[in-house]
C-alpha cells in the first residue's frame, strides 16, 4: 500500500509539472507575440509604419528590419491563435510593406537598423544581407498566408533583390555587408545562420538576379563535436547560428546535393550545447537549471561572442561566462523539445526575468544579473519555434511557397528517403 501510495503521489508530482509546462509554454507564446504586436510604429502616416523595435525598453527609437521579419511572420501566427483578427493582421502586413517598398535600398537590400519614427538609417549601420533574408522571410510569410494585395507587395520586394550585387564572385561568398561610404565588408565565408540566404537568392524569380548554386557550396563546412556525433559548426558556437533559418524553412526530410541534413545538423549543435552547460553547472550556476548560450545581452551589453563548444578552428573562438537567454533553449525547442521545455520551467522560477512579454533576454546568477530588455529577434526565434513545435505552422505556410520550393530544388534539395 505504501508502495502504491508513493507511485501516486510520484504520478500527481509529474502530471502538475506537465500542466504547469503547458500553462508556461502558452503563456511565453502569447506574450512573445504580443511583443510584435505592441512594439511596432502604428501611427497613422508615419513614413516609419510598421517598423518593429529592436529592443525595448532600453533603446525605444530603434528599430530592426530583422524584427520587422519576425514581427510579419508573428502576424499570421496571431491571427490563426486567435490573438487579433484577420482583418487587423492583413491591414498591418499590407502597410509595413508599404513602407518597405519606399525605403531607402541598395539592390533591393536594406539597412540593419532604422529609426522607428522616420524609417531612416540609423548609427550610420551597414546595408545587411542576412537581415534583409530575415525580413524577406517575414514578408513572404505574410504574402503566402494573406495573399492578395499582400502577396503582390512581399513579390514585388523580393524580385527587386539583386542577390549577385552582393557577392564577390572570385571566392563565391555573399558579402555580409555594404556601407556607401566604405563599400562592401565582410564574407559569409563559414557556416551560420545564413541558409536563408541561399534559398532566396536560388528561388529569384528573374534569372538575371539569381545565384549560382555554388555560392551555397562554397562556404566552409568545418566539422566538430562535443560529447556527441560530429556536425558542422558555426564560428562562435552560437546557438542562434543553428536556429534562425529553421524558423521559416522545413528542413527536416531534406539534404543537400552533399548529402548534409541541416535539421539533424542542428539537433546536434543544440545537443552539444545541451551537454556543455550541464557539465559545467559547477562552474555557473545558470547552468544547473538551464542551457542554450547563444548570443544575447550580457553584464557588459550586447556579446554576440558567447557560445560553446565546437567552434573556430580548434574550439577557442566562442566565449562563456555564465550568461545564458531563454531564447537558446526555446529557440532549439523543435530540435530538443523535452529539454527547451524543462529550461522554460526554471526560467519560469526566476521572478526577474519574467515580465509583460514572457521571459527577458537574459540572465547570469553568478552575478545576480537579469537584463531589463527584451530583443526582438530573441522574442522572435522563440515565438516562431513554439509555433513550429506546435503546429508547423510557420513551416506549413512558407513551404507552400513556390520561390521556396524553387530554390531548394536549384539547390540540390532533395527529400531523404526513409
Known sequence: MKNLKNCFT????ILCVFVAGSQNLEREYEASFLYFWEQTNTLDNSPGYGLVRDRFPGNPS????AAVGFGL??????????????????????????????LENFHGFFFHFLDFNTGERA??????????????CGALTAGEYFGGEVAKKASALYERVNWNGMIDYRNNYFYMA????????????????????YVLAAGAPNPKYRID?????????????????????????SLFTYQFSHAWIDFRDLTDGRGVNWFENSVRASLASYNYCKDNADRFAGFAIGWGVTACDGPGGYDGLLGTPPSGNNDTAHRVDGTLAPAGALGSIVFLPDRAIEA???????????????LKDSFNLDLDCFASDYIGIDKGITLLMISNYRNDLVWN?????????DGLDRLGFEVERR
Open 397 to 405: 505556410i512558407l513551404m507552400g511557397s513556390e520561390y521556396i520550393i
Open 178 to 197: 555594404y556601407y556607401p561610404e566604405k563599400g562592401f565588408q565582410g564574407f559569409w565565408d563559414f557556416y551560420a545562420e545564413q541558409l536563408i540566404l
Open 62 to 65: 530603434i528599430a530592426s528590419i
Open 10 to 13: 510520484a504520478l500527481i508530482i
Open 213 to 237: 548554386p555554388v555560392v551555397y557550396y562554397s562556404f566552409k563546412r568545418y566539422q566538430g563535436s562535443y560529447k556527441g556525433e560530429r556536425f558542422i559548426h558555426s564560428w562562435f558556437g
Open 344 to 358: 522554460l520551467e526554471a526560467y519560469y522560477e526566476l521572478p526577474e526575468l519574467v515580465g509583460r512579454y514572457g
Open 123 to 136: 548609427w550610420n549601420c551597414e546595408i545587411s544581407t542576412i537581415d534583409t533574408a530575415i525580413f524577406l
Open 73 to 102: 511572420t508573428a502576424i499570421p501566427i496571431g491571427v490563426e491563435e486567435g490573438w487579433i483578427g484577420y482583418e487587423d493582421g492583413f491591414e498591418r502586413a499590407s502597410r509595413t510593406l508599404d513602407t518597405f517598398l519606399k
